[in-house]
Nanobody
Framework: QVQLVESGGGLVQPGGSLRLSCVAS????????MGWYRQAPGKQRELVAT???????NYADSVKGRFTISRDNAKDTMFLQMNSLKPEDTAVYYC?????????WGQGTQVTVSS
């Protein structure tokens, strides 16, 4: 059974930074395409960034130039470095592992950007 555990969320002021981590267990991490998604109150879950098993990355337009996704296959861990945070980045951030057609999700970590 694949388990994903996110950490690193919290409260930060606008313009600040956070680094999210997602640790995977119960599987061969390196074969999965990985991603970060977020869901703000009253809104649908949306894609933030993805990194394929081969390291190819993709970003939502709203975070390009501010967020960086990466993975460390030796540590079964994925990261999301978030800089220049804005209040509209406030959401629960979810880790996703995909080995088509199956998706696995973490429990989410809250990110709040507020002064």
């Amino acid at each position: 059974q694949v388990q994903l555990v996110e950490s690193g969320g919290g409260l930060v002021q606008p313009g600040g930074s956070l680094r999210l981590s997602c640790v995977a267990s119960g599987t061969i991490f390196s074969i999965y395409d990985m991603g970060w998604y977020r869901q703000a109150p009253g809104k649908q879950r949306e894609l933030v960034a993805t990194v394929t098993s081969r390291g190819r990355t993709n970003y939502a337009d709203s975070v390009k130039g501010r967020f960086t996704i990466s993975r460390d296959n030796a540590k079964d861990t994925m990261f999301l470095q978030m800089n220049s945070l804005k209040p509209e980045d406030t959401a629960v951030y979810y880790c996703n592992a995909r080995l088509s057609p199956v998706d696995y999700w973490g429990q989410g970590t809250q990110v709040t950007v507020s002064s």
